[in-house]
């Protein structure tokens, strides 16, 4: 089998690469929702204790908590978190397909 050409490894080389602020934005939507919407659930919910597990962010995340207002500053802290790890993988896969191609 012949190898390839230069244009055949550029060609495998951008497909192959991810474009890192489009996957953090994408983790940044759902990191950001899924803590808004968990919030939100345990107040419509109610009960004595709400959201005592969820309530331990805050040791994390400056001034969350399970209320109305900390359900907005949760979207905020869930959309940072979320496009930090997915800029993250992005960086680091493409940095790895970029060894794997030369």
Known sequence: MDRPNQDER????AVARIQAW????????VG???LFLMTVWLLIRGGEHVGSHLQLLSNYF??????WTGSLIGFLYGAVTGGLIGWSIATI??????????
């Open 10 to 13: 550029e060609l495998s080389r």
């Open 62 to 67: 400056v001034g969350y908590s399970v209320t």
């Open 32 to 34: 950001g929702a899924g």
């Open 22 to 29: 489009l996957l953090a934005a994408g983790f940044g939507i």
């Open 93 to 102: 896969y493409n940095r790895v397909a970029d060894l794997r191609s030369k």
